[in-house]
């Protein structure tokens, strides 16, 4: 069982989204789910790491196409929070000093 909890939880930070929350409801289900799943599966809880900088400048491409330096004046590149399927960042629209958080 431990083995299979191990790949399943680097899979699910891997690819975050919907499946975090399926691993965090699983592994409150401690009566539910044999103790090496549930003890695998607890940290993604509160143990989630941040997603890159890099990753974070990619996805604002994508999405907004067009490169962070063209939409905001100003972008901390250290989340203000993070949770399972998304974090926050401060920034300033460009052309605007109006604060945001992205």
């Known amino acids: 069982h431990r083995h299979n909890a ?5 899979h699910i930070l891997k690819y975050r989204g919907f499946l975090t929350k399926v691993g965090q ?3 409150v289900k401690a009566g539910d789910l044999p103790t ?3 003890e ?3 940290g993604l809880q509160d143990e989630l790491p941040v997603s890159s900088y890099r990753e974070i400048r990619r ?3 994508a999405d907004l196409g067009r490169k962070i330096e063209q939409v905001f004046e100003y ?4 989340p203000i929070a993070s ?10 629209l460009s052309g605007s000093r109006q604060k945001v958080c992205v």
Do not use: D
């Open 36 to 38: 090496p799943w549930v």
């Open 25 to 27: 409801a699983a592994s």
């Open 75 to 78: 972008f901390a590149e250290q």
């Open 59 to 61: 996805t604002i491409r």
């Open 40 to 42: 695998e599966l607890c």
């Open 83 to 92: 949770a399972s399927v998304a974090q926050a960042h401060v920034a300033r």
């Open 6 to 10: 191990k790949l399943t939880y680097q």
